[in-house]
């Protein structure tokens, strides 16, 4: 009997114990180290060489790369996230309705999110190529002036932005259509009693029902967004974005800071900026959406 | 199948009922357009692959595949050496999908359905790093990974993945759906310890959750590339990812090969994908309502 006792106390812990030795050494402790590290010249081989206090903040605060970098960032984002979740929503009204081979229908949407985002990138990339694309190739068939995609930022930021448009409508829809399919379907026969039309019964009666899903995605493409690598990074040029840097992210800064540059320190900097930033547009982007939902 | 819609009062009069055939073929229409839209790069990958670097720069580009194939896959294979990386991402995704899936189904079935001083705090820890960017800790990760002497070893990817905190999180949603509390109260009164009940209940009605955490683990660990591409030795051990990043990565890009390469890492992942299709879907929306 005290034995059974001994198991309930214990065992719990022992449960949950490897997973909390990995995270604390592989994920808590990283963590905290950077806080640590973004207070010193901290080379990225050779150790730390000197504490500085907030110098590295300071200097990026006054840096014009940090800030081309957060522009560039916020500006695909927005590019890429606006678009994809108002298609998504589109996707999902869609899919939720009677419709045959509903399975291979929801099947192909996801399928974009599976693929390695390197392999999208490349095939991307080619697409928007100056010379061979095929982008360029319809542009000029349609009688629009070919486009250099990668010179300037306008068309750099909206060629990533496809990549990551490409990649996630899909997977938000999915996500929408599970929500949408959770609504009762009494407030559905009570909007079309009242007579209101498809779209009407969409807007008062769907949307605010998966408000707590739009927030998530709203959420998730907000930290998705603000870590974006690999599209920009694959689309040319690379640590830098481009010769002007006129598509490099900040996790791309922070790239080349860290491992390009070496300059540890200065990159912790830029990891904790992030993060900050990361959590505030989240919390704002929440604070918005509940109101403007809760108004319509 | 839901028919919500098809209950016998419909608003909007003759208006509405005129477009009945109409408003059952345009959805259909849009949707074809959706699908096209997502397997159109995938097509063009095929048709890049399949052609030599003349053919892709002829005035008009190709539409249809063509038959250089086999010669550029065989480059790709002269260029890099890509089964090393093949047999590298599926050492790492192999050794992640299987740890993360123990780790999880023995914390979620805690988190779920234990009592513990301090869980309710130790869950909150889990929920809080899954909102946390992963860049965040990456420079003090890599310093720590050399101190352990694991620059260009595979271990540097295997070890830092064994756990997400997102996969805790998951499991524990499945955990409060399939695995009863009135079960884990009868083996406590059978006398069961709560090693044998993890083992003899809870894990076996898990293990559909399981497969799909596996599959999502699996893929998430094939197509990682940020951390790989930090932290791995492109010549020694390159993964699939690393190594597409290095044949695209010259002064002037090759693309037939490029994508061959693209093609042949994509191919393991799309036919996982199309086997088990229904499960990855039903999977993704399940986290949609729990989240």
Redesign the interface.
């Known amino acids: 009997m005290r034995l ?1 006792r001994l ?3 214990v ?3 022992l ?2 114990a ?3 030795v ?2 604390g ?7 905290a ?2 806080a640590w ?1 973004s207070l010193h010249e901290w080379d ?2 050779d ?1 730390p060489t000197a504490f500085t206090g907030w110098a590295n903040y300071a200097a990026l605060f006054t840096d014009p790369h940090f800030y081309n970098a957060l522009g560039n960032t916020a500006s695909i984002f927005v590019i890429a996230t606006v678009p994809q979740l108002l298609a998504a929503l ?2 999902a009204a ?2 939720d ?3 045959r081979g ?2 291979v ?8 999110n ?7 990138a ?6 928007f ?1 100056r ?2 694309g ?1 982008v360029n ?1 319809a542009l000029t068939g349609l009688g629009v002036e070919a486009v250099d995609w990668r010179a300037h930022s306008w068309s750099a930021h909206l060629g990533v932005a496809v990549m990551v448009i ?1 990649r996630w409508t ?2 938000n829809a ?6 949408m ?2 609504v009762p ?1 009494e407030l ?2 009570a909007a ?6 498809r779209w009407r019964a969409f807007w008062s009666v769907t949307l605010p029902s998966i408000r707590p ?1 739009v927030l ?1 995605t709203v ?1 998730m493409s907000t ?1 998705g967004g ?2 974006l ?2 599209e920009p ?2 689309f040319g040029g690379g640590g830098s974005g481009g010769v002007d840097r006129q598509f490099q992210t900040l ?1 791309m800064y ?2 080349e800071a ?2 390009q540059r070496f300059d ?1 320190g200065y ?2 900097a830029v ?2 900026v ?2 900050v930033l ?1 959590a505030v547009l ?1 919390l704002i982007n929440a604070a918005l959406l509940r109101r403007v939902v809760r108004e319509a | 199948m839901r028919l919500r819609r098809g209950g016998p009062v419909r608003g909007g009069g003759p208006v509405r009922g005129g477009g009945q055939s109409r408003r059952g073929v345009l959805p259909v229409v849009a949707l074809l357009v959706v699908v096209a839209a997502s397997l159109f790069p995938l097509y063009w990958s095929v048709v890049v692959a399949s052609h030599d670097n003349a053919g892709i720069s002829a005035r008009v580009p190709p539409l249809l595949p063509g038959g250089e194939f086999a010669d550029n896959a065989r480059e790709v294979f002269e260029a890099v050496d890509f089964w090393l990386a093949l047999r590298n991402s599926a050492i790492v995704a192999c050794a992640v999908t299987a740890s993360n899936v123990l780790l999880s189904t023995l914390a979620g079935f805690a988190f779920a359905r234990l009592r513990f001083r301090g869980r309710t705090a130790l869950f909150a820890v889990v929920v809080g790093s899954v909102l946390v960017p992963v860049q965040l800790g990456v420079v003090p990760l890599f310093v720590l990974v050399g101190e352990l002497g694991w620059y260009g070893r595979l271990e540097a990817v295997v070890v830092p993945g064994l756990m997400s905190a997102f996969s805790v999180f998951w499991m524990r949603q499945a955990c409060r759906e399939a695995v009863h509390e009135v079960l884990v109260d009868a083996a406590r009164v059978d006398g069961c310890s709560l090693v044998r009940t993890y083992w003899h209940v809870a894990l076996p009605a898990l293990r559909p959750h399981a497969t799909v955490l596996a599959m999502l683990t699996f893929l998430a660990s094939w197509n990682d590339f940020f951390w790989p591409l930090v932290v791995l030795d492109p010549n020694e051990t390159p993964t699939v990812q690393v190594v597409l990043s290095r044949l695209a990565g010259g002064y002037y890009t090759d693309y037939p090969l490029v994508l061959t390469g693209a093609v042949l890492g994509t191919l393991p992942v799309v036919v996982l994908f199309v086997l088990l299709a229904r499960s990855i879907v039903g999977g993704v929306m399940r986290g949609a309502v729990n989240g």
């Open positions: 059974a198991d309930r106390r065992t719990p812990y449960l949950v490897p997973f909390f990995l995270f050494v592989f994920g808590l402790y990283p963590l180290n950077t590290m990225l081989l150790g589109g996707v869609l899919l309705r009677p419709l509903s399975a229908w929801r099947a192909a949407v996801l399928l974009p599976v693929v390695p985002v390197v392999a999208v490349l095939v991307l990339t080619q697409l190529g010379d061979q095929l190739w490409w899909g997977y999915l996500l929408y259509l599970a929500a399919q959770a379907r559905h026969e079309e009693l009242d007579g209101a039309s899903t998530f959420v930290i603000f870590q690598f690999t990074l694959l996790v922070l790239y860290g491992f540890a990159a912790a990891s904790w992030l993060f990361c989240a």
